[in-house]
């Protein structure tokens, strides 16, 4: 809001009113309001750009192009790759378009390695997405469904000034982490992923939670608060034993001085 936005939850557009002269003058929301405006801006998702390929004979097309786990289309040699390559057959729980700028890098990686002449097959990993609202960052690793899932429990960390926020989605069952949603604040990509990856617990990932941290220096740390609402919630006494720093990430991660073989 102190950025001069009135977003409008739970309604949508109804009408583009003319101002008389052709332009629009106003616009009125299914929920029976009437905003006065000179400009209209529509935001309904995107859509691959294709139909300048439509009857390109042996081209198979759907709603992209179709490509097969090599991003090879169905014409030899020719591969697809970014908003416009539609997966024939999309990961469990993925999509078979995915447009976002982290999908065509990775497949242009992929895409190189067939040219020249090793087939690897395209593998989108561990889903992520980073964006800025303003001055309010975003990240988004792993499993973060807008509705939940049966069985998925969460951890929501709320800053009082609503600006900030963690959430934090590990299995009810056992407790293995799945995906890690924040706004305002910034988590490290590779300590996410890795912890997702190796199905870490949710308790040995509070007690470090500091290693996912790059806020820039001298940003207040909230790790410990939201340990304290997890102690609270469930009744543990979890400690933090990570604060931010980047010597235990390098450690961690076994980059610089802790490189070894494996992760070289
Ligand atoms: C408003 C907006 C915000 C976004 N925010 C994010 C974000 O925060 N994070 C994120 O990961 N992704 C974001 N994306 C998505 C990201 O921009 C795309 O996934 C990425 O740019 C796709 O790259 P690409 O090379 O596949 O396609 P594009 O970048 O679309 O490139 C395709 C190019 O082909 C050209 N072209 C089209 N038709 C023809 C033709 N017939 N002949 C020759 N050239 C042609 C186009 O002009 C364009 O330059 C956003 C997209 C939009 C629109």
Not at 2 to 16: K, V
Not at 48 to 74: H, K, M, W
Request: include cysteine.
């Amino acid at each position: 809001k102190h950025h001069g936005i009135n977003l409008q939850e739970g309604t949508e557009l109804a009408e583009i009113i003319d101002d008389g002269t052709g332009a629009v003058g106003a616009i009125t929301t299914k929920a029976g309001d009437r905003i006065e405006c000179q400009y209209v801006g529509l935001t309904a998702g995107v859509r691959p750009n294709i139909d300048f390929l439509r009857g390109t004979a042996g081209l198979e097309l759907d709603r992209g192009i179709l490509v097969n786990d090599y991003l090879l289309t169905s014409l030899p040699n020719v591969y697809a790759i970014g908003d416009c390559a539609q997966l024939r057959e999309a990961r469990p729980g993925r999509r078979n378009i995915e447009a976002i700028w982290y999908t065509g890098r990775m497949m242009g990686e992929t895409v190189a390695y067939n040219i020249l002449g090793e087939a690897v097959a395209y593998d989108p990993g561990i889903w992520f997405n980073s964006a800025k609202f303003l001055d309010i960052e975003y990240q988004v690793y792993g499993e973060v469904p807008a509705k939940g899932r049966d069985g998925l429990a969460t951890l929501y960390w709320e800053h009082a000034k609503g600006e900030k926020a963690i959430r934090i989605n590990y299995e009810a069952s056992d407790g293995v982490v799945r995906g890690f949603n924040l706004m305002g604040i910034r988590y490290r990509h590779e300590v996410c992923e890795r912890w997702i990856k190796q199905a870490t617990h949710i308790e040995e990932v509070l007690q470090n939670l500091g290693l996912a941290n790059f806020d820039p220096e001298f940003y207040t740390e909230y790790e410990p608060d939201i340990i304290a609402l997890y102690n609270q919630q469930t009744g543990k006494n979890l400690q933090l034993k990570q604060r931010r720093g980047l010597e235990p990430v390098l450690r961690f991660l076994g980059l610089g001085k802790y490189r070894t073989q494996a992760t070289r």
